[in-house]
């Protein structure tokens, strides 16, 4: 005997059977499951929420809510003991305006941009050298590697105070050390390495060459350099060990010479390593307030004075909250500016 279904309808048309003991279609029901919640929330969505979702939360909170409250700020007119209001029909650009023009904002910015450019290539290219050094097969390679890496491992503090000891024209080791090889020559060298400057003479008259060259930004640039070329010698390093020695080898046989080896073969494959370590490089120059404000404290003067420092200055000192809120803002975009390429340059690659 043939078995009959208790609803023939539901097995001819593809209908369902719902609980209230209506029908419905299976169409109309794969719909309802394809546009539901239940596409979004699946198994793997709400087993992975505790391991992103509480760091997801802290971090939009505490770092972009900060940023976004900081740039809220610099929209009022948050000085002294006025408060500021949160009224957006009071918001307006007179901070950015007055940054723009402040001819010491333009100091600080060129200032900044010096320390940026200026330390992140010479502790690039030295770091090079470094890592193609090691790089023969010396001896004790372990020894030197932890030795040029141990200055990252300090404080922006501890280095600070490590080379105002050196710098000190009295007393410094900078000083000591070249008064025992000129003293002999009959020349006194009690150089003022933190506020001194150099007569360029002739050199002055050519083109973007001053007159006289204060060494005091300089003097950060060169404590920053040891502390941070360390860092760049072990990514070279990285980069150079991952290149197959087969390419040396190729390149040794076509009669290439050492210096043009590494031009035309190692330094195009060392692209990665130099993006990497420059941005990182310039994200440490943008955050070297602590080690300028222990040197100099909140007032460097036109010669050491950067973004961070001038932004400190008249937040805490000055008490103009919403003047140093906008020039906080514009840290950060040159921060995005930093950051954004190299972001960009591994969205290219797929590693984003």
Request: net charge neutral.
């Amino acid at each position: 005997m043939r078995n009959r279904s208790p609803n023939p309808r539901s097995d001819d048309a593809g209908e369902r059977l719902r609980a209230d003991g209506g029908t419905t279609t299976a169409t109309a029901a794969r719909r309802d499951d394809e546009t539901g919640l239940s596409r979004y929330v699946s198994d793997e969505f709400l087993s992975s929420l505790p391991f992103w979702l509480p760091p997801f939360l802290l971090m939009g909170f505490f770092v972009y809510g900060a940023i976004g409250w900081n740039f809220v700020i610099s929209l009022t007119d948050f000085a002294g003991l006025q408060l500021p209001t949160y009224d957006p029909a009071t918001w307006d650009f007179e901070t950015y305006a007055r940054a723009f023009s402040d001819p010491t904002f333009w100091t600080a910015f060129r200032n900044t941009v010096i320390l940026l450019v200026v330390f992140t290539a010479l502790a690039l290219v030295i770091g090079l050298g470094l890592a193609i050094l090691i790089d023969q097969g010396v001896r004790f390679e372990n020894g030197f590697r932890t030795v040029y890496l141990l200055p990252m491992s300090l404080s922006f503090v501890v280095t600070a105070v490590f080379w105002r000891w050196m710098y000190n024209p009295q007393s410094g080791v900078i000083n000591t050390v070249l008064g025992s090889l000129l003293g002999p020559l009959g020349i006194d060298v009690r150089f003022q390495w933190l506020s001194g400057f150099v007569d360029t003479g002739a050199l002055g008259a050519l083109p973007l060459v001053p007159d006289v060259l204060y060494v005091k930004l300089f003097a950060v640039i060169f404590a920053l350099i040891w502390q941070f070329s360390g860092y760049t010698m072990v990514v070279y390093l990285a980069g150079l060990r991952a290149i197959p020695t087969e390419q040396y080898e190729a390149a040794r046989t076509d009669g290439a010479s050492t210096v043009r080896m590494y031009w035309r073969v190692v330094l195009p494959q060392l692209r990665a390593s130099t993006i990497s370590a420059a941005v990182v490089l310039m994200v440490f120059a943008l955050k070297a307030f602590d080690f300028i404000f222990v040197l100099f404290g909140d007032n460097p003067g036109p010669y050491g004075d950067i973004l961070s420092t001038m932004m400190y200055r008249q937040a805490f000192s000055s008490n103009q909250w919403a003047y140093g809120s906008a020039i906080a803002i514009v840290l950060f975009v040159m921060a995005l500016f930093v950051v954004s390429p190299y972001l960009y340059s591994e969205y290219r690659r797929g590693e984003l």
